[in-house]
Structures are given as C-alpha cells and as structure tokens.
C-alpha cells in the first residue's frame, strides 16, 4: 500500500504540481487548502508525511506544526516545509519550530520527490524502476 | 615732580584727608574732654574757696564783735563811769578808764573811746577811721559797721550799762587784716583774673569793697547788660553756687558765690573763664600743633614713603579692573549665557547674552540671589544643590538626566541646558554656569522623534514588502518551473524534438527570471541595510562541492572544463553560508556563462597571510576576458559587460554589485584581475575567524 502524503499548500498551481509529482512517483496524495484545513487532515487521516507551506491563510505552517506537536493524540510523522520564504534565516527558524526538512520554492522537480522521501521509512517508500 | 600729579597722589590726597579729619576729630574732642574736666574741678575748687572764706568771715566778724562787747562790760570802766558820772571824780577815775584804753589798744583795737551819756569823751586811745571809702552796717546783733580803709575795719558803738542804767558809750574800731587779707590774696589759680569780691546791695546796685583787680572798691548794676544777674547778685539773695557766668565786666567768668550769713553781704570767688581755661588751650594748641604735624608727617610720608605701594595698589586695581575687562571679554565671547554666582548664590558677574536669555537687565542681576532665575518650584531645593556643588566643585552639567527650565523676567520659563564649574578667585570658589536655551533643540529632537517613527514605518512597511514580494514572485514561478520541469521530465507522456527544445527555452527564461528576482531582492535588502549575517560554521570544502554540483551540468554542456581544486583539510569558518554561496554561484555562474572554450577553475585555500587563517577563494576563467573601459564600471549596478558572440538577454548586471556587497557584509574583500582577450580572475578574501 502506498504511502500517504498530505500536502498543505493554499496556492492551488503549487499544489497541483506536488500532487502530480507525487503521484507520479506512486504516492497517495491528499490536500488542504489551507492551514486550518491542514491541521484538521493531518489529525483526521494520518498522513504518514506531511508537505507544508508556510505563508499560508487562517493558519500558517508555524502554527499548524504547533498544532500537532501539541496535540498528544498526533501521530508523529516526517514534516517537510515548503516556502517561498528564502530569506536568511528562514531554514533554521522552521528546522526549530519541528520540521524535518526545509524547501525552497520555486522546487526542482527532478529532484524534489526524494528529497521529501528521504525521511520515510524505508518500507513505506514508493517501489519504482530506478529512473533517469 | 607736581605735589598732586596723578592717580597715585590722589591716593595720596585722600590719605592726607583722612589723617587730618582724624587729626581735628580728635583735637575737637580731646578739647571737649579736658574743657570739661577743667571746668568741673575748677568749680569744685572754687566753691570750696568761697565757702571758706565765708566760714572765715563769719568767724572773725563774730570775734571782733566779741572783742567789743568785753570792751563795752569792762566792770571797772563802767564803776568808774558812775563815779566821774557822780561827779565824785578824784582824778583817779579818769585815769582808771585811761588805763582800760591802752590795755584794749595793746589786744589788737586800733581804736577805742569811752563817752560818758553827753557824748562826752572822758577816755580815748588809738587812731579811728575818719572817712572811709566804704561802710556798711552788719545784720549782726551788735549792728557792728563793715568799714574799708586801707583795709578792712570793723566799727562797733556799744552801750555802756550797770546794773543802775546807761553810763555811756563805747566806740570801738578793730582792723580786720586776716580778712583784708583774704580779700586781696590770689584765690587758688587765677594769676591775672582770680578775684574775691565782697559787696552788698543798697539803692538797687552793688557796691563792692575793693579787690585786686579796683582798688578803689566800686558799684555796679545788679544785672549784667544782657539782663541776667551778675554772681554776687545771687549771692546777696541768699544762693551758693558755682558756674560759668557773665560778670560785672561783661566777662565770662567762672565764680563761685554764697551769701555770708545773714550779715547783708555776700562774696564772689571768680576767675576768667579765659585764664582759666587757658592751661588746656596752650595744651589744645600742643595737641593741634602735634596733629598737624602728624598730617603733614603722614601726608610726605604717604607722599614718599606708602607713594610706591599707593603706586602698586593703583596699579594692582588697574590691573584689577583690566582683568574684570578681560573676564568680562571672554564672558561676552562665550556663545552662551554666562553667569557667575558666589558661595551664597549672589550673582557676581553676568554676560549680556545672559541679558538677552532671561530678559534681565546686568544691573538688575548683579548682587541678586541666583533664584530670581528659577521657577518658584526650584527655589527651595536649588540652594541645597548649589551647598552640594561648593562641598566637591568640579566640571560637571547640572542635574543631569532632569529637566532643567529657566524663568525670565516676565515669569515665562524655558528649558536649558547648564554645565557648571569652579573658578579659584581672590573672593574665593566662584561658580560659573554656562546656559543654553534647549527650546530649539527640544523642538528638533521632538520633529526627529516623529521623522524616526516615521521611517520606522516605512521601514517595516519595505521589509513587509520585500518578503511578500518574495513570496508572490515566486509562487507563481514555482508552478511555471515546476510543471516545465515536469513535462520536460516526460511524467506527462513523450514530448516532439521541437517540443522539448521550446520548453527548454520556457525553463530558461524562467530560471533567468528567478534569478533576476533574486538579485533584486538581495539588492533591494542591501541597500535597505536589511540583509542580515548570520554567522554559523561553514564547511567550505562542503559548500563549493554542492555549488560546482549545481553548476557542472551547465559547464560540461558548454564542453569546457570545470575543476575544483580544494585544500586536504576541510577549511571550517564562521560566516554566513547563503551569501558566501550566492557570491560563488554568481561568479562561478558568470565564468561559464561568459567561455566558450577552454576551463573554468575554482581554488579554495587556506590564507594565513592575516593573524587568523581566513579563506581565499578564487574563480578563474579562460573566456574573453573584461576590456580596460568595462573594468571601471564592473561592480556597477546593471552594468553589462560587452562580450563578443553573446546573446544580451541573459544576466541581470546584478549579480557582481551584489556579490561584491555581500562580500563587504562578510567582512572580505572581493578583488579581480583580467586581461582582455586571456580570461578572468576574481578572488574573494574573508578575515573571518577559522571557527
């Protein structure tokens, strides 16, 4: 069974282009178009990786995350933020704030699926022909 | 050389005028003084004169009449009076009485005559007083006569009586030379004017017996011509007394004078005013002669001797005063309000620009207490300051951290500004405070308090600009990157040559694009000074190795040679690691862009040529090189270099102004050296600390 991504990102072309990516790759990938919508769905389907803007309406990715880490009924899974955020700094206040891994946008997508896959578990990685 | 020339002999003058109003003050009192003693104990004396000699007149009058009536009771006179009166008279009788006459001639009678009740004279001996200048009858029991010949005699006729009746009379005249005596000697002091005067009053004037001063005796009026009674007029109305008076003469006189007894006479003891003042007029004129020496002494002394010091003291306060001239001058020079106070907080000296601050006249300030210049608020505690300021005074602003204000004549206040210090005079510590009127000063820090929130403002209104543009501009990229990236990929499906060679192109530009953002941006964050170093520790050989991986495909898709060379250690320093990679990425991202042919090199190393191990890294090129003319303006804003078979579109003209600003942030030194034709080379040194 594959993995499920949730992605969390209010402006719908980025979104789209996560999803396509991910699926493309094999994953299952849900969506929130918004902070507060993200927060619900990460609680309600247990995502087992969860891709986070962080400017984002109602409630940012900060806040999301804090929502989560919180709520002692949240099952702990990768959190990998993806901002339009560059500037210096940026990186380290999100790596502290709990997230996993730091984006920068615009991504590559030649390589952005394995960077967020990386922080799966092995077992829950998406099985595909070595490409490239 | 002029008596009184100059400054100095005024001095001089005044000395000498200040020795002599000393000199008759003292002459006029000491007169007073010894005036006074003298005239005190010349009283005393004659008083004690006067009265003696009345004691003594009454005495001898009193014997002499005495003597008389023993004369008048000679038992065997008036025995043989009877008989000779019987006519009974052998001879013997007459005889007998004779006898009694020589006995009384040999005690001091200068006459006596026994008459029988006829008048008769039956015996008589002596020499009697045939006319005398004077004569008055005593009050006396025996109405005795008080006679003046040649001296003074006293003349008593006295009954003679027996048992049986009156047999006669008795004349006796009995010479009075202690008295006369009395009268003529010289009373105590008075030499020339001291005169003893006996008179006694009849038909409204004074007739007096002859002293020494008129011989003949003489009579006056009862007063003197300016109405007052004469001092034996006092006397014959029964009062002793003493005082400086008017005399007969018209003269003052200082007599004493008392009635004698109840006789009907009265004496004077006097003596002139003139003479008896006279020993301490010789000494006043001592005195004044000493003490107009002494002025003269002192004046040539002053002039002669004090002239140098006169001379230096003139000069001392000559200097004095062009000292002031000179205080007040630096005073005045000063840009602010001076103004000089003493330990009591007295204003000594004040500038006119302090004048013009408070509104206040200098004659208006001077000697006045400092607080006039205060809000009444300030006025009870500012003297304890000032205390404060005296116990330990040194240079120092007053109240610091306070508001201070200052109030001007019409009570209107204004904030200021004072710094205090001590000045070491001749009166002692002065205070000087120097004082700025702040209201200008209040009013510009106020306008650039509001100008300041103002930018601040503006401030945070740039920098939220600067992140949302951040994030608007590259949200939509990421969707055009992204999705290029994917068809380019072939996710969607296979893609024609033409295709994939037109979205090679979209994924370009768009990169360009976002590389053109970013430059902005930095720029933009730059010269806002909002570009922030955070430093952390950097993995150099690290951080190259990811750049020239980002880099490589482009370098080897132009078939030039891309080499890295890196020192064996890994090279760890603080610094911040996006802006040393963006500097990287753009010159290593301009070395390939701009050759064509042949390599493109990077040299990290260690430098030790600093105290500190720093990093030098060094991008090398073999493209067109820059020409002399695009040198100067390479690190220029939007400039662009002109190289030869190169499309203009790409490369913003951005990427060497920011790197070189980065490299300045960093606290390095960005450097390049390039011959035209041969290639490149830019080296960027960093100071940073090896962590």
């Not at chain 1, 769905?41 to 940012?60: A, R, Y």
């Not at chain 1, 880490?69 to 206040?93: C, F, K, Q, Y």
């Not at chain 2, 192109?505 to 000074?529: G, P």
Request: hydrophobic share 45%.
């Amino acid at each position: 069974m594959s993995a499920r991504v949730l992605i969390i990102e209010d402006d719908s072309p980025s979104r789209e282009l996560l999803k396509y990516l991910l699926e493309s790759a094999g994953y299952v990938a849900l969506q929130a178009a918004d902070g507060g919508a993200g927060l619900s769905m990460s609680l309600e389907t247990n995502p087992d990786l969860i891709v986070c803007d962080l400017q984002m309406p109602v409630l940012d990715g900060f806040e999301v995350i804090r929502g989560l880490l919180d709520n002692p009924n949240w099952r702990r899974v990768p959190l990998i933020a993806v901002t339009a955020l560059s500037m210096s700094g940026d990186r380290e206040r999100a790596i502290a704030a709990g997230f996993d891994e730091h984006i920068t946008k615009p991504i590559a997508p030649e390589t952005i699926v394995s960077q967020i896959e990386v922080h799966l578990p092995p077992a829950l990685r998406a099985k595909r022909p070595a490409s490239k | 050389m002029p008596l009184f020339a100059g400054e100095d002999d005024r001095v001089t003058f005044i000395g000498a005028a200040v020795l002599a109003a000393i000199a008759v003050t003292a002459g006029i009192a000491s007169f007073a003084i010894l005036q006074d003693q003298v005239q005190s104990v010349v009283s005393s004396n004659l008083l004690s004169s006067v009265t003696r000699r009345i004691e003594t007149f009454q005495d001898f009058i009193q014997l002499r009449e005495g003597s008389a009536r023993i004369a008048a009771n000679r038992p065997a006179v008036l025995r043989n009076l009877r008989v000779i009166q019987g006519g009974r008279d052998d001879g013997s009788n007459v005889a007998n009485v004779k006898a009694v006459v020589d006995s009384f001639l040999a005690q001091g009678i200068s006459g006596i005559a026994y008459d029988d009740v006829d008048g008769k004279t039956v015996a008589s001996g002596g020499v009697f007083v045939s006319a005398p200048i004077m004569a008055v009858s005593l009050n006396t029991a025996s109405r005795a006569e008080l006679l003046w010949s040649n001296g003074l005699v006293l003349r008593n006729r006295l009954p003679l009586q027996d048992a049986a009746g009156i047999v006669g009379t008795v004349l006796v005249e009995q010479p009075l030379p202690v008295l006369t005596r009395l009268m003529r000697e010289t009373p105590w002091l008075g030499n020339e004017t001291g005169e003893v005067g006996l008179c006694f009053e009849r038909d409204q004037k004074l007739h007096c017996y002859p002293t020494r001063q008129n011989p003949q005796g003489f009579s006056v009026p009862l007063q003197s011509l300016s109405g007052l009674p004469l001092p034996m007029t006092l006397a014959l109305r029964g009062q002793t007394g003493v005082g400086i008076i008017r005399d007969y003469r018209e003269q003052y006189v200082i007599a004493a004078y008392g009635p004698a007894g109840d006789t009907g006479v009265g004496m004077v003891v006097k003596v002139d005013a003139a003479e008896a003042f006279k020993p301490i007029r010789t000494q006043l004129l001592i005195v004044l002669g000493l003490l107009a020496f002494l002025v003269v002494a002192g004046t040539l002394l002053l002039r002669w001797q004090v002239r140098p010091l006169a001379t230096k003291l003139v000069n001392a306060e000559t200097q004095a005063r062009a000292q002031e001239r000179k205080a007040r001058g630096i005073l005045e020079s000063a840009p602010d309000a001076m103004i000089i106070v003493n330990r009591l907080g007295e204003i000594v000296l004040v500038n006119s620009q302090a004048e013009i601050l408070f509104s206040y006249r200098q004659t208006e300030l001077i000697d006045k207490p400092i607080e006039l210049l205060l809000p009444d608020r300030y006025k009870d505690i500012h003297p304890g300051h000032r205390d404060h300021f005296f116990a330990d005074p040194k240079v120092r602003s007053m109240g610091v951290g306070l508001e201070l204000y200052g109030r001007r004549k019409d009570g209107s206040e204004f904030p200021i500004e004072v710094s205090l210090s001590p000045i070491e005079t001749e009166d002692g510590v002065l205070v000087s405070s120097a004082i700025r009127d702040i209201t200008e000063r209040k009013r510009v820090e106020k306008e650039l308090q509001e100008k300041n929130v103002e930018l601040e403002r503006a401030s945070r209104a740039r920098d939220l600009f600067l992140a949302s543009m951040s994030h608007e501009l590259r949200t939509p990229l990421n969707a055009i990157i992204g999705f290029t990236g994917t068809l380019l990929m072939k996710l969607a499906g296979p893609l024609l040559p033409e295709q994939d060679k037109q979205l090679r192109t979209v994924q370009t530009s768009a990169r360009h694009l976002l590389s053109l953002i970013n430059d902005l941006l930095d720029m933009a964050k730059i010269d806002a000074n909002k570009l922030e170093i955070e430093p952390e520790e950097v993995d150099c050989n690290k951080l190259v190795e990811e750049v020239a991986a980002f880099l490589r495909p482009e370098a080897e898709k132009k078939g030039i040679a891309f080499i890295l060379e890196l020192p064996q250690a890994a090279l760890i320093i603080r610094t911040d690691r996006r802006a040393l990679g963006q500097i990287l990425i753009n010159l290593a991202g301009n070395a390939i862009k701009f050759t064509e042919r042949g390599s493109v090199r990077i040299l990290l190393e260690r430098s030790c040529a600093q105290e500190h191990p720093s990093l030098k890294l060094s991008v090398e090129d073999t493209g067109p090189g820059i020409s002399a003319e695009d040198q100067a303006k390479l690190f220029e804003a939007f400039s662009r270099v002109h190289a030869p078979n190169r499309r203009n579109l790409e490369g913003t003209g951005l990427g060497l102004h920011v790197s070189r600003k980065l490299a300045e942030k960093l606290g390095g030194v960005l450097t390049f050296d390039s011959e035209y034709g041969k290639g490149s080379k830019f080296v960027l040194e960093l100071k940073a600390a090896e962590a």
